[in-house]
């Protein structure tokens, strides 16, 4: 592998504006595979990776409430090029350590720069390139110019969750805190805590909660589909106990569970009461409860395949309500009181701390300004090409990963893509490349980013109207299925009309 001072050749700086070939914009997940894909596939290229924070790791760096943990098993949400070598779901510090071993064995770090907030992002036509302004952590305005711009800061505001303007919040006299800026700090053991919500999150903290608090009650106004499983991987540990080599494991047990998804999505959507008899049997057999009552805490009330599938490690939300420590409440929230909050059907939940698990708020592009020419981009005025580029933006790839598969499979699959176009622009001589549409494309029907029959969550659908537009075709939206792009990007063909070079 070519060295740093190699790799950054094509780098420079003129009149305090450093140049590089291309800019990452986030050092998360995304940001760090899309680096390291950049180094193997265009090792000429030269870039850096700006992010706001003082370290790497985006997400698993935000989130410190307890226990917090993967919710995707790692042999696919780790990259596929570094096998991972634990149990399939990890620890935020886990996956923080896997990610530092990344950035330390492939010398990603000295293309880092920390503490760096982008305020703007501006392309101009004349000098085929973008702008990028950025503010360090002494507050001093960095600009930066790149002929590629990768954004890889993810979907979500890492500052300001999404807080429902709930009536009353201000007459509470206990601790009141979102998930996502929880204070590892903080001190609840022995007291009574209230978490409001019902997905991955509330299903990671209380279990977790349950372990030291008096007491941990989850209201929830609609319950979620969990799949309950052991934390390890038979076959994994099969393929270990014969000698077989970790990369090969990691490649074996990788395409085996991304089978068993394709599978168990299919089944959600052809099938779905009894995919939701076998879920409530995973449920029954880790609580040793045969007659565990679904009834009304447990029956979801949208359809399988229409939100991500929770992963449940051992049943431990379901074994805490059995066990006592928990008590589940399935209604919505008439206001909060000063000892708690009071319920729609009347009843007042007493807490010392009220834990708000309600999700994020979409971020999109990060909040930043994008211009291009001078004009301000508007994404709904923008058409997607598969969930990576957009109509009138040149030169700029989106990660947007998977919400039914791990984030990381498209983010291996981007980087194939975006090196493989960087690649070709070289070849042809091109400074420039958009996507536009098609001849055939004329008159095709636009519509929001996704069908809310086919995914709805929350954070998406109250920001809908801020993202980019789709196509009733294949290439012009983000179908979020890895199993039909695993075949259709790497076939793309770079010399099509949907691209267009200059």
Not at 42 to 49: A, L, R, T
Not at 414 to 440: I, S, T, Y
Not at 472 to 494: C, F, G, M, S, V
């Amino acid at each position: 592998m070519l060295d740093t001072l190699e790799r950054n050749d094509s780098a420079g700086s003129s009149g305090g504006v450093e140049h590089f070939d291309v800019l990452i914009a986030g050092a998360g997940i995304s940001g760090i595979g899309s680096a390291y894909h950049l180094q193997q596939q265009c090792s000429g290229k030269s870039y850096v990776v700006l992010d706001m924070k003082d370290t790497f790791g985006g997400t698993w760096e935000t989130h410190k409430y307890p226990g917090v943990r993967s919710d995707s098993d790692l042999y696919t949400f780790g990259y596929r090029f570094k096998p991972w070598v634990g149990a399939p779901i990890a620890s935020a510090d886990e996956i923080l350590k896997y990610m530092g071993e990344v950035i330390e064995e492939n010398n990603i770090g000295p293309n880092i720069r920390y503490g760096h907030r982008i305020t703007g992002c501006s392309w101009s036509s004349a000098d085929n390139r973008w702008t990028i302004e950025a503010v360090d952590k002494s507050g001093a305005t960095k600009r930066f110019t790149c002929n590629f711009l990768w954004m890889c800061q993810g979907y979500y505001d890492h500052e300001k969750p999404y807080i429902p303007d709930w009536e009353g919040l201000s007459d509470y006299k206990g601790q009141f805190v979102h998930a996502q800026l929880w204070d590892p700090k903080t001190h609840y053991a022995g007291k009574r805590i209230l978490v409001i919500g019902s997905g991955a999150t509330a299903a990671t903290v209380v279990p977790a909660f349950a372990e030291k608090a008096a007491h941990v009650t989850m209201l929830q106004r609609s319950p979620t589909y969990f799949f309950c499983s052991e934390n390890k991987n038979e076959l994994a540990d099969r393929l270990r106990e014969i000698g077989i080599d970790e990369p090969t494991i990691h490649r074996v047990v990788r395409a085996q569970i991304m089978y068993d998804q394709d599978m168990m999505t299919k089944r959600c959507q052809t099938e779905p009461e009894v995919v939701f008899e076998e879920l409530k049997e995973l449920v029954r057999a880790f609580t040793g409860k045969p007659d565990f009552e679904f009834e009304p805490h447990f029956t979801p009330k949208y359809r399988v395949w229409q939100q991500r599938l929770a992963f449940c490690p051992n049943g431990d939300v379901f074994r805490a309500a059995v066990e006592g420590k928990v008590t589940v409440v399935t209604d919505t929230i008439d206001r909060f009181t000063e000892k708690g909050v009071r319920t729609s059907s009347g009843e007042e939940i007493e807490a010392d701390i009220i834990v708000a698990a309600t999700g994020f708020r979409l971020s999109v592009m990060g909040d930043i300004p994008f211009s291009v020419d001078g004009k301000p981009v508007n994404w709904s005025d923008t058409v997607t090409y598969r969930g990576m580029m957009f109509t009138g933006v040149p030169n700029m790839a989106w990660v947007m990963g998977y919400f039914r598969a791990s984030w990381t499979l498209r983010v291996d699959m981007m980087g194939d893509f975006v090196c493989n176009l960087l690649n070709h622009m070289d070849k042809v001589g091109a400074k420039r490349v958009d996507v536009q549409l098609r001849p055939e494309d004329a008159g095709m029907p636009l519509a929001p980013w996704i069908e809310e029959d086919n995914f709805n969550p929350g954070y998406l659908m109250r920001g809908l109207d801020k993202m980019p537009r789709r196509g009733d075709k294949p290439e012009w939206r983000h179908n979020q299925d890895y199993w039909a792009e695993k075949d259709q990007i790497p076939a793309t063909d770079l010399t099509g009309t949907e691209f267009k070079y200059s």
